[in-house]
């Protein structure tokens, strides 16, 4: 049966939607105007490495089996749909006409599972360790997740590295690190069914006889998502220095016993919080992947062309760490160097708009 899937973020969320798209289901992809108006008339564009192969196939949405269209916030009718993707930066869903989106969205009771890095509030109080603990200073703006009920929010573990070539246009996406979306379940089990309904329908396509990477991958455990911390403590978040930016692989690599304390660390903070060693990634694992990422991550990307705000995971970890008594100095230091590179966009916005 195919599903109907609305997907907020055009960007990393195309990649979702064209793992969909292949498996026969329709998507909606949620954007600007502008965007909406070039995915509507194109398509959308993923390159992707399959196994074995050299170069990049691209993959166009209007040559798959599912439908694509995309759409404003302002303009959605949730009525059409049976799941909600998120997959946009977390600061985004501050923009006005998103968080009204977001208020119809908790109201219609939809599942709604997240690609996002920084995992939905709602989220984090299923896990009984956190459900009390001070997180929102964390977020842009955490009231934007008030409305909605914990048990209809889930989060993938967005493994999958990709990015937008700045010389593409919009509609375009370039995957560097075809890994899986590791989701948790949700607590209905008629939402886990269809779940896993898109977890084997996705799992079964294949191009030119050949399996495609970036699978859909459902797991019963909370804290499987939660694996991707250790990763951006240690490699994202280090990118972003007091100077320029440097690439994950130097990042990670440039002092490999500190890279594994952090990462040791952030695995151990999850433990602590009831994950079980077999729902991480072994570091040794990590570090082998990060040696492909030759460039900077997003969040340090989007500090260098002058954000003021970004996704703070570094925050968020650094919260759940001091409230459970287990602070790390590398931590802090992470926090205070993005804390500053963030003022300093600020500062500098400030002086120039006088």
Known sequence: MARNILILGASYGSLLATKLLMAGHNVTLVCRRKTADLINRDGTEVRIKLRDEAVHRAIFSRDLPGKLDATTPAEVDLSRYDLVGLAMQEPQYTNHTIRVLMIKIAAAGLPCLSIMNMPPLPYLKRIPALADMDLEEAYTNASVWERFKPGLVSLCSPDPQAFRPPEEAANVLHVGLPTNFKAAAFEDAQHNKMLRELEKDIDAVTLDGKDVPVKLKVFDSLFVPLAKWSMLLTGNYRCITPHEPQSI??????????????????????????????????????????????????????????????????????????????????????????????????????????
């Open 249 to 354: 692989r130097d990042a990670v690599h440039g002092d490999l016993k500190l890279s594994q304390s952090i990462y040791d660390h952030v695995d151990a903070v999850a433990r602590r919080l009831g994950a079980d060693p077999q729902d991480q990634v072994p570091f040794e694992k990590y570090a082998k992947a990060a040696e492909s990422l030759l460039k900077p991550s997003s969040a340090a990307r989007a500090v260098a062309s002058g954000a003021p705000f970004i996704e703070r995971v570094d925050l968020l970890v650094k919260l759940v760490s001091d409230q459970l008594g287990v602070p790390s100095a590398e931590i802090d230091r992470t926090v205070q160097t993005v804390d500053q590179k963030l003022n300093e966009k600020i500062v500098v916005g400030g002086s120039g708009s006088q």
